[in-house]
């Protein structure tokens, strides 16, 4: 089965159109394996992603720009994003040592549990990607840093 067959399409302008419908169309297919594990911890990927990056920089702060400089998927909303990881204990705000008008975010100890309970399910996460060998799936990255860098 290809992306022709997934999505009932038999033909495309060129390889090139082939190919990124296939990207977009697999990471709509991959966003949504993801998302049945995260909504068992109600959050979502982008909360998580978040979560991943402050226990990263633990236990420095970070700003908001610098986490939204750091997400998978850049956004304007990060903000909003942490006000609900706020909300729900996995993240607070402390006031900016540098400069006492700024505010940044780091993961609670509640967070950091919760990506540990996260870190159990990693089996779960790199199954998705299960079809591949460890030869494809470097080819794969090295085919989609090739996409984006293009010859750097």
Not at 3 to 30: C, E, M, P, S
Not at 119 to 142: K, W
Request: with cysteine; glycine share 6%; net charge positive.
């Amino acid at each position: 089965m290809g992306i022709d067959k997934d999505i009932q399409q038999a033909k495309f302008r060129n390889v090139h159109q082939k190919a990124a419908i296939n990207l977009i169309y697999t990471v709509g297919w991959v966003r949504e394996r993801t998302k049945s594990i995260f909504e068992q911890e109600d959050i979502t990927g982008q909360q998580f992603n978040i979560l991943r990056i402050l226990r990263g920089s633990f236990p420095e702060p970070l700003s908001t720009l610098q986490i939204r400089e750091r997400m998978l998927e850049k956004m304007s909303d990060t903000s909003r994003i942490v006000d609900r990881l706020i909300t729900k204990g996995l993240v607070k705000k402390i006031t900016c040592k540098s400069d006492r008008r700024l505010v940044d975010v780091i993961i609670t100890d509640k967070g950091k549990k919760l990506l540990e309970k996260l870190d159990l399910r990693q089996d779960e996460l790199d199954a998705i990607l299960g079809n591949l060998s460890e030869n494809d799936a470097n080819i794969l990255s090295d085919l989609l840093d090739k996409i984006r860098h293009g010859g750097e």
